[in-house]
């Protein structure tokens, strides 16, 4: 899967879920942490940040650093800021098995991975109706992922779709934000001008 959608993905998810995780744009920047995972090809090792064996020490000190930091005060909501770290780590091996993988996840010990595959193809022209699905929607898949250092796609379509469903998702909850702020405002003005307006008529009498 490519960078862009490892990326934007989670933060759209998150963000639908919970939008107030985001009231400062700097929290965006934990979607790095979707990307943690493919380091693991800078040294020629695919999988090995795939495993468990490399993303649940990571996952407990993302966990374990937001705490401490917020016992100290050092960084408000720190707490929930290393899970959701943690939960963007996670969501890359997630995202791979969709994606066909292969995640190996008991590497170094097993170098076989998983993922799934969809060899569904609808045939047109073909049974009484002139349309048939042929072959399983899902499939497992099990290999072990090529050593060494490989060339892997960088960006496709679904990563340029997930950049765009984020930015309309994003923009639009600011965009309301926003303009609820702006109609509390004029609503208070107003009540402060019924305030003044009753007080000066019962000065006059």
């Known amino acids: 899967m490519d960078v862009l959608t490892h990326l934007f993905l989670p933060l759209t998810v998150a963000f639908a879920v919970r939008p107030e995780w985001f009231d400062s744009p700097a929290w965006l920047a934990l979607g790095v942490f979707g990307l943690f995972s493919d380091f693991d090809k800078f040294v020629g090792a695919p999988g090995l940040l795939h495993s468990l064996v ?14 401490v930091l917020d016992r100290r005060g050092w960084i408000d909501d720190a707490t929930t800021a290393g899970r959701l770290a943690a939960g963007f780590v996670w969501s890359h091996l997630l995202l791979d098995v969709i ?50 250092f490989n060339a892997y796609g960088f960006i496709n379509g679904f990563g340029i779709a997930s950049v765009l469903t984020f930015a309309a998702i994003y923009l639009g909850r600011r965009s309301r934000a926003s303009d609820n702020g702006i109609a509390s ?16 008529d019962g000065g006059d009498r």
Do not use: H
């Not at 405002?185 to 000066?200: A, H, K, T, V």
């Open 54 to 67: 490399g993303v649940v020490p990571m996952s407990l000190a993302l966990v374990g650093l937001g705490r």
């Open 185 to 200: 405002s004029d609503n208070g003005n107003e009540f402060q001008d019924d305030e003044l307006g009753c007080r000066d």
């Open 99 to 148: 994606d066909g993988g292969p995640v190996p996840l008991l590497a170094p010990l097993f170098r076989t991975g998983l993922g799934l595959e969809y060899p569904a193809r609808v045939v047109f022209g073909a049974e009484p109706l002139g349309l048939a699905v042929s072959g399983p929607l899902v499939a497992l898949r099990i290999v072990a992922p090529r050593p060494g």
